[in-house]
Structures are given as structure tokens and as C-alpha cells.
């Protein structure tokens, strides 16, 4: 890692929880990041919501940036974060998945009437 630091490589550690981003940033990351909250405990159902507490523990808890990340769908959710103290907000499946963006708007309407 001190040579990759040395010739410019920037780490970001990928974490589910504090303890792990505590010990990344011992280990030299530079960044971390919430990519794997809420996916690495067995038999628990992945969150729909993303993991903002963890985003404000890791900003008091890791002393390096820290990237909010996994499911962040909504820009209020975006603003809490930043809010937090997160140094960027990464939002993939929002706006990269057309079959869920798709979903969203169809569920907000009634549903569908037979018009003949
Ligand atoms: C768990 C894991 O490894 N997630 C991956 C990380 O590289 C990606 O599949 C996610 O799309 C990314 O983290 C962004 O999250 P979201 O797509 O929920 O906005």
C-alpha cells in the first residue's frame, strides 16, 4: 500500500460497519465508504433504505472522508447525508436501473382501469 501511496493510488475501503471503517483507515485507506452496509449479515434482509447512521459514525469515528454509498434513492436522503459530514454521496441502481425507475413512477399511480 506505501508504495502504491507513493506513486499517487488513493484507497477506498468498502465497509459495513464502523469497526471496519476504523480499521481501514488504520490500515491506510484513504476513503471509506458505506458500499456494504446492510448486505454482509446472513439471513438478514437487505435494507430498502440506505445506512445514514453508519455515514454519521464513520464522519466522527474514521478521521478520513467518507463516502455515503448503497441505496440512496431519494435527494432528501442525498442532503441528510451530506448534512452528516459525507464527502461525496454515490447513487448507482437510482439512476442506472431503467426497470426500477420505471417501477417507481408506475407505482404512484391507481391501478390500471379497463377502459372498454
Ligand atoms: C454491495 C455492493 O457491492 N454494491 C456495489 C458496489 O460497487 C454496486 O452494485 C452498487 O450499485 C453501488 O454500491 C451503489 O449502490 P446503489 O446501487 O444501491 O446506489
Known amino acids: 500500500m506505501d508504495a502504491a501511496h507513493t506513486a499517487g493510488a488513493v484507497f477506498m475501503a468498502d465497509v459495513d460497519s464502523v469497526e471496519a471503517g476504523i480499521y481501514a483507515a488504520g490500515c491506510g485507506a484513504d476513503i471509506v465508504s458505506t458500499t456494504l452496509a446492510g448486505y454482509t449479515v446472513r439471513d438478514l434482509e437487505v435494507p430498502d433504505t440506505p445506512d445514514i447512521d453508519l ?8 478521521g478520513i472522508p467518507v463516502v455515503a454509498e448503497g441505496r440512496y434513492t431519494r435527494v432528501t436522503e442525498v442532503e441528510r447525508a451530506v448534512a452528516l459530514g459525507a464527502h461525496a454521496v454515490v447513487v448507482g441502481t ?4 431503467p426497470v426500477r425507475l420505471t417501477a417507481r413512477f408506475a407505482a404512484a399511480l391507481p391501478p390500471r382501469q379497463e377502459f372498454r
Not at 437510482?94 to 436501473?97: G, K, L, V
Open 94 to 97: 437510482a439512476i442506472s436501473d
Open 55 to 62: 455515514v454519521a459514525a464513520l464522519v466522527h469515528a474514521a
